[in-house]
């Protein structure tokens, strides 16, 4: 069956980079695209940008400067980089995977982590 | 971006029928979708495209809408519906999600 899981630092200092793993299983990384999707407490998710089956990247303009999206195709990984971190990146990040290609909902859902952002 | 605007709570009782609705600052033609979020799990689809049931999702649950108003609907409501509940739209650059709903039963 489908699954994916986000690994990573739980604890992150302010200025410095987020890095995040995303390790899936049941299906390949050259079929479906994955995307990172993140959630402040209380708060709706927000789509962060997405790594497409064919290796190209898509990012959310509000975070482009920052952010960077890459994939290990033989080890099933997909990585997310982001650089100057401040406190309000702090949520759980969540990597997805649509049902179809391209068409934008996401029906499978890594059980997340949770990143704090503090010195 | 498109801003998805939803009513922050509703509470209603076992066996009512409850609507919930997601006004988008511009069009995005069906391509609306919505999710149940429990806490400490992780979003849950339920209906995609406005109006399609996700796979293993009960027939209580509905969608409708198209443009820029769309609304989920539960019928008749179960104690275990008590959730949050996020629209998602993908048609416009980026994607965006609704601040979310957070339905209480009485």
């Known amino acids: 069956q489908v699954q994916l899981k986000e690994s990573g630092p739980g604890l992150v200092q302010p200025s410095e980079t987020l890095s995040l793993t995303c390790t899936v299983s049941g299906f390949s990384l050259t079929s479906y695209s994955v995307s990172w999707v993140r959630q402040p407490s209380g708060k709706g998710p927000e789509w962060m940008g997405r790594m497409w089956y064919d290796g190209d990247t898509a990012y959310n303009s509000a975070l482009k400067s920052r952010l960077s999206i890459s994939r290990d195709t033989s080890k099933n990984q997909v990585f997310l980089k982001m650089n100057s971190l401040q406190t309000d990146d702090t949520g759980t990040y969540y990597c997805?995977?649509?049902?179809?290609?391209?068409?934008?909902?996401?029906?499978?859902w890594g059980q997340g982590t949770l990143v704090t952002v503090s010195s | 971006d498109t801003v998805l605007t939803q009513s922050p709570a509703l509470a209603v009782s076992p066996g009512e029928r409850v609507s919930i609705s997601c006004r988008a600052s511009?069009?995005?033609?069906?391509?609306m979708h919505w999710y149940q979020q429990k806490p400490g799990q992780q979003p849950k689809l339920l209906i995609y495209?406005?109006?399609n049931l996700a796979s293993g999702v009960p027939a209580r649950f509905s969608g409708s809408g198209s443009g820029t108003d769309f609304t989920l609907t539960i019928d008749p409501v179960e104690a275990d519906d008590t959730a949050t509940y996020f629209c998602?739209?993908?048609?416009?650059?980026?994607?965006?999600f609704g601040a979310g709903t957070k339905l209480e039963l009485k």
């Open positions: 495209k406005a109006s």
């Open positions: 998602q739209q993908s048609w416009n650059d980026p994607y965006t």
């Open positions: 511009e069009g995005v033609n069906s391509y």
């Open positions: 997805t995977r649509e049902a179809y290609g391209g068409y934008g909902w996401f029906a499978y």
